[in-house]
């Protein structure tokens, strides 16, 4: 702790998804918050710049720090300088597809990060002061039907079977944090935590995609949504209720690993339905395998208008979406009956996770952690934020 007994910690990962809700959860606990960031040749900040602190003013809780996880010498540097009491390590390339593209930096980044965060630790002797989370994940279990608990979830007991490029980086992670508890005393534990998402995920995970073109589409700035595997199945949560997962991880009087999930799966096909619900789109799924398509069935009025705040312009079976000369007309005709949705092969991967569904009893007995938001409230979320970013657009 400062000299102000205020906590400090180091997350990497900041400008992700996670850490950027996870920085906010520690500043209002009263956190000093430092953040590594990778140089980029645009801004990669978006996320936290709400957050940014003038570095001249007299007491500054948010610090960025330049830093990449394939650098040790850099890492040293950052916690030496830092001396976290506690260091959250989300930074990855968390893409399970883009993983099967770039393999070895995904080793590199996910699985020997991880080893170069505990080896800091204990080369500056803090394996006393400062308690590490891993960001462990849910693809560690591949979603072997053979390795679910008997009530059918996935669970702290349940084998691994990872299957990706990433998955198998992770799995890295998760045991070497395991070994640094067990061989030297650290606090280090894993979240092993199933999907979660947000306004704020990345815009090519299939949800924020599926959020993203239902509302462009709303608005008559996208004709079509083309999708992989419409009947994988995830448990999904909101990533703001899983970053206080992580916090409490880390405040427990004994290192340990949790799982972190909803308990409930549903199928990418559903969700891209609750998408569309949310502007009165309702689709009807035809034709099969590579062929399947979504198309747009029937339009409730009243709830596209109450989403979207625009006028239908109702023409008998002949509907329109948009009324708004604004915008380029010829975008905007949309009749029912219109393809909405295709598959493209292109977005399947070459080993798939077909269901994932997990047992947060752990969590919810030992840390008391219970999520507020539901499938449905997350889905509203999302849509409501990206309706809002075309509408500015
Ligand atoms: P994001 O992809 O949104 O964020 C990843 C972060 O890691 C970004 O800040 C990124 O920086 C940073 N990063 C990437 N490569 C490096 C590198 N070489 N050195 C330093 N930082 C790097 O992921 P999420 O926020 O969704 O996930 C956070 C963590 O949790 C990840 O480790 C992910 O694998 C894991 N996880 C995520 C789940 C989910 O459903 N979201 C579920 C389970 C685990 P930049 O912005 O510059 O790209
Ligand atoms: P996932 O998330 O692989 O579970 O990894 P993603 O949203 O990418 O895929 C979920 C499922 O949807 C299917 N799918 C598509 N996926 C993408 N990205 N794009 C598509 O067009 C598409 N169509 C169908 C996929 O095949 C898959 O079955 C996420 C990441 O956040 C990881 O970092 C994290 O560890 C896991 O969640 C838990």
């Not at 400008?15 to 959860?25: I, K, M």
């Not at 996208?222 to 405040?251: E, P, S, T």
């Not at 549903?266 to 009165?280: E, L």
């Amino acid at each position: 702790m400062n000299t102000n007994q205020q906590k400090v910690a180091l997350i990497t990962g900041i400008t992700g998804q996670d850490g950027s809700y996870l920085a906010e959860l520690l500043l209002e606990k009263g956190y000093i918050v430092h953040g590594i960031k990778r140089r980029a040749s645009s801004f990669n900040t978006q996320r936290i710049d709400h957050l940014y602190q003038d570095l001249h003013e007299s007491h500054v809780n948010f610090v960025l720090h330049y830093g990449d996880l394939t650098d040790s010498t850099n890492i040293i540097r950052i916690i030496q300088e830092v001396q976290p009491d506690e260091i959250y390590n989300l930074g990855a390339m968390s893409h399970v597809k883009v993983s099967f593209d770039s393999p070895e930096y995904v080793a590199n980044v996910d699985a020997v990060g991880a080893l170069r965060i505990l080896e800091a630790v204990r080369i500056l002797k803090l394996e006393k002061k400062t308690r590490v989370y891993q960001a462990s994940t849910s693809e560690l279990y591949g979603g072997m039907p053979e390795n679910k608990n008997a009530a059918g979830f996935y669970d702290e007991n349940s084998p691994f079977y990872p299957r990706s490029p990433y998955g198998v980086a992770k799995i890295y992670g998760f045991w070497i944090t395991k070994n640094y508890r067990e061989a030297y005393n650290m606090f280090a534990c894993n979240g092993i935590l199933f999907n979660h998402e947000s306004p704020r995920r990345g815009e090519t995970f299939v949800t924020r995609k599926i959020t993203m073109a239902a509302a462009a589409i709303a608005l008559g700035k996208q004709d079509c949504l083309y999708l992989g595997n419409l009947d994988a199945q995830r448990d999904w949560g909101h990533a703001k209720d899983y970053v206080k997962a992580m916090w409490l991880i880390l405040q427990q009087d004994k290192p340990e690993d949790f799982v972190i999930a909803t308990g409930q799966t549903t199928k990418v096909r559903d969700f891209v339905q609750m998408a569309f619900a949310h502007v009165g789109f309702h689709i009807r799924w035809s034709g099969s395998g590579v062929e399947e398509v979504g198309i747009l069935d029937s339009i409730d009025e009243q709830r596209y208008e109450a989403a979207t705040g625009r006028k239908l312009n109702v023409n008998a079976l002949n509907v329109k979406t948009l009324n708004d000369s604004s915008i380029n007309a010829e975008r905007l005709t949309l009749n029912v009956g219109d393809v909405v949705v295709r598959v493209d092969p292109r977005y399947f991967r070459p080993t798939e996770v077909d269901l994932l569904i997990g047992d947060p009893t752990k969590a919810k007995t030992q840390l008391g952690w219970e999520p507020e938001y539901d499938l449905q409230g997350l889905v509203e979320d999302m849509m409501r934020g990206d309706i809002q970013l075309f509408k500015k657009s």
